[in-house]
């Protein structure tokens, strides 16, 4: 089988160098090239201590001419970054989009694998979800699709200190988050229309108000979604009918937890419902399942190979 050629523009930040890790164990992508507008000219391992030994690589900028031979480009950018790398890509056959830019454009496909299979299939531009959206979009979809969920829907949700990106900022710097809980963005987060936009096209979506909290973790999204349904409707049956089939769903019981999926592609999600009221939680590693992980996952759907290739397993992590 050909080797698919990649590159990463941003592989010196948190999703960039996961991806990187993700692609040393992939059988058919290669990582020929890597792009760092900041640091082009050194050396990859310079860069990024933990990839030392595991590539031999110089950062180049990230400009048409480095593009040559590339089969896929990942754009692991700050939100806002993408946009221009993507018009210089033109030239790049599949180009998969990490960042924000991307996910309500038309001519991008969005990258939820698991609910867009058929639409990601040979798909030449990609958009990766966002951490929250995924949490929350996997945890509301079989809800939605049976179009059980007719009042509004409330959402707590937190996230580790790496989903704010590697440049520290006052709000978001890990030790200002250290043994600290809070609520952020409280019912004005950027990830509701992505998620109200994914799963407004598989069936009726109701309201949906989120609180989301920056927690005391460097990795990891948990997240709590309240729906009320039908009277006699299973939510876990629901559950089990469209995800027991999928390999990166595992349904749990009780509750999941970050720890059993940091590092992994895998979300956790568990079911409590009491007559018509019920808890949907849901455990996923931002940087894995929320970001690099499901870039691969949609990748892989894109050139038809199986959609856990290089990616079911766990790996040493940040």
Same mark, same amino acid.
């Not at 010196?12 to 040393?24: D, K």
């Not at 920056?214 to 309240?226: C, L, Q």
């Not at 929320?290 to 759907?301: D, I, K, Y």
């Given at each position: 089988?050909k ?5 990463i ?11 990187? $890790?993700?692609?040393?164990?992939h ?14 000219g ?6 990024? !201590? ?19 031979? #590339?089969?896929?480009?990942?754009? *692991?950018?700050p939100?806002?970054a993408?946009?221009?790398? *993507?018009l ?28 867009k ?8 531009? #990609?958009? *990766? ?6 949490? @929350? ?43 600290n809980?809070?609520?952020y ?9 992505e ?5 407004s ?17 460097? $990795?990891? @999204?948990?997240?709590t ?9 299973? @939510? ?10 999928? !390999?990166? #769903? $595992?349904?749990?019981?009780?509750? !999941? ?6 590092g992994?592609?895998?979300a956790? @999600?568990?079911?409590?419902q ?9 455990? #996923?590693?931002n940087?894995? $399942?929320?970001?690099?992980a ?8 894109s050139?038809?190979? !199986? ?12």
């Amino acid at each position: 089988m050909k080797i698919i050629k990649a590159g990463i523009v941003g592989v010196t930040g948190y999703a960039g160098t996961e991806l990187a $890790r993700w692609l040393l164990v992939h059988p058919y992508i290669d990582l020929k090239r890597v792009y760092s507008t900041r640091h082009a000219g050194s050396s990859l391992s310079d860069c990024v !201590p933990s990839l030392f030994g595991c590539y031999e690589l110089t950062l180049e900028t990230p400009d048409e001419q480095n593009f040559e031979d #590339i089969d896929v480009l990942f754009l *692991a950018t700050p939100h806002g970054a993408a946009k221009d790398v *993507a018009l210089r890509a033109q030239k790049v056959p599949v180009v998969v989009d990490l960042s924000r830019d991307h996910r309500h454009v038309k001519g991008w496909t969005y990258g939820q694998p698991e609910w867009k299979r058929e639409d990601l299939i040979g798909a030449t531009r #990609i958009a *990766a979800p966002g951490c929250f959206a995924t949490a @929350i979009s996997l945890a509301m979809a079989p809800l939605v699709h049976e179009e059980v969920l007719h009042k509004s829907v409330q959402v707590c949700a937190a996230t580790g200190s790496t989903g704010s990106g590697a440049t520290p900022k006052a709000a978001t710097h890990h030790p200002d988050r250290f043994t600290n809980l809070k609520a952020y963005k409280v019912l004005s987060h950027q990830h509701v229309p992505e998620i109200c936009s994914f799963l407004s096209s598989i069936g009726r979506t109701p309201e949906i108000r989120f609180v989301p909290l920056s927690a005391p973790v460097d $990795r990891g @999204i948990f997240a709590t979604v309240f729906v009320e349904v039908p009277p006699q409707f299973s @939510i876990e049956d629901c559950f089990r009918k469209y995800y027991e089939d999928k !390999p990166l #769903i $595992r349904i749990r019981r009780d509750t !999941p937890q970050l720890r059993w999926v940091r590092g992994t592609a895998f979300a956790d @999600i568990a079911i409590h419902q009491q007559d018509n009221q019920g808890v949907v939680l849901v455990a #996923i590693d931002n940087l894995g $399942r929320g970001a690099s992980a499901q870039a691969l996952q949609a990748t892989n759907v894109s050139y038809g190979f !199986p959609e856990t290739t290089g990616i079911h397993h766990s790996h040493s992590t940040l």
